[in-house]
């Protein structure tokens, strides 16, 4: 095992199916399956005894769901969530938004998809396909005044430096750190250390909450 290596617990109740994701990733030599949980419980326990880079989570699951393990994992710091999902924009996607998911992968995915998802998450670019992380944010911003909203209050906003927001903007465009260390003439060392920033300033647990509230900066034209 070399230092670059992402270590993955995979949480999904369905044996079969945590079986084939158990080998899709076992195929990657830079990435190590630490550990398996077929309910919520279980990878939360996992989460907090592993300390794992990142925990494929699934949303609908025994004992303690998804969500509500995804608010634990994230909330205590214990690892990135990648969120398996059919993508139905049902409560469950907006409730892995709530709680702090790093990303989101379609259950259906091929093993190409899967590989590089869980390695653009471990490199801290939340953001996936932007085919899907698009498509979320975009329901997310229409969504019901009642949904609750990862925008912080206003002061949050202010104390962003002006590259901050410049960051902040184009991760709501739905960037990689590569392309936003491209565009804003940065290094993607430097790009990262914007980011973790920003999203502790603002009091956001993920890349795809920083994202959501762009576009709502963006749409109140702030």
């Known amino acids: 095992m070399t230092a670059e290596t992402i270590r993955v617990v995979v949480a999904e109740d369905q044996a079969a199916v945590r079986q ?10 830079d990435i190590e399956v630490v550990g398996e949980a077929a309910d919520g419980e279980e990878a939360v326990r996992l989460a907090r005894e592993l300390r794992p880079g990142l925990v494929l989570m699934d949303v609908q699951m025994p004992r303690l769901d998804g969500i509500s393990a995804t608010r634990l994992i994230a ?3 214990l690892a ?19 709680a ?10 091929d093993a190409a998809a899967l590989l590089g998802a869980v390695r653009t998450v471990a490199a ?13 944010i ?62 502790h300033k603002l009091g956001l647990r993920s890349r795809v909450q920083a994202a959501v509230l762009a576009q709502e900066l963006k749409a109140g034209g702030t």
């Not at 084939?20 to 030599?29: D, F, W």
Request: net charge neutral; hydrophobic share 45%.
């Open 75 to 77: 909330g205590e710091g």
């Open 124 to 136: 801290g670019d939340g953001l996936i396909a932007p085919a899907v992380t698009r498509r979320l």
């Open 100 to 109: 702090g998911a790093a990303g989101f992968l379609l259950k259906d995915s």
């Open 20 to 29: 084939g994701l158990v080998l899709i990733l076992r195929s990657a030599p």
């Open 138 to 199: 975009s329901a997310f911003v229409r969504s019901s005044p009642t949904e609750p909203s990862p925008t912080p209050d206003p002061a949050r906003v202010a104390a962003l430096t002006p590259r901050e927001r410049q960051v902040l903007a184009e991760v709501g465009a739905g960037l990689s750190n590569a392309e936003i260390a491209a565009r804003l003439n940065m290094a993607e060392a430097t790009v990262k250390t914007h980011v973790s920033r920003m999203l």
């Open 80 to 98: 990135d969530v990648l969120v398996l999902t059919t993508f139905d924009f049902d409560e469950y996607v907006f409730g892995a938004l709530r």
